[in-house]
């Protein structure tokens, strides 16, 4: 659905710190995913999942990611109304994401469901 909020990101310096708070907090129980950098996933509901990460050091504050139809569509509109869009980039098997800020510098994502979308060019 539009605009529903479907992933987070909490970043961390010491994921492994991190995990223990928010685990405790509310009992999440975390999945680390492959790749270059640490990314461990909850699932907060069948619609909503988070992740703990260290891909941007030093970094503070979480962002939010919503659903939308169209990535594509859904970046430019956002350019459109003031704020800036990064180039949609593939989650492979999963969907589409773009990091955003809006026209006041908050962060968010937008995310777009898409089982084929492919592993990223080289």
Not at 9 to 34: K, M, V
Not at 69 to 97: Q, S, T, Y
Not at 102 to 108: I, L, M, S
Request: proline fraction near 9%; include cysteine.
């Amino acid at each position: 659905m539009p605009g529903q909020i479907v992933h987070f990101e909490i970043p961390a310096d010491d994921t492994t710190a991190e995990r223990a708070f928010w685990g405790s907090l509310f009992g999440w129980q975390f999945d680390a995913a492959p790749g270059p950098f640490e990314y461990h996933m909850t699932r907060i509901s069948e619609q909503t999942g988070g992740a703990i990460t260290d891909m941007e050091p030093g970094k503070r504050g979480m962002r939010v990611y919503f659903d939308v139809d169209d990535i594509n569509a859904g970046a430019a509109r956002v350019k459109e109304l003031g704020g800036e869009a990064n180039e949609p980039g593939p989650v492979p098997g999963m969907g589409w994401f773009s990091t955003c800020e809006d026209p006041h510098g908050n962060e968010f994502g937008l995310w777009q469901n898409d089982s084929a979308a492919p592993a990223p060019a080289a």
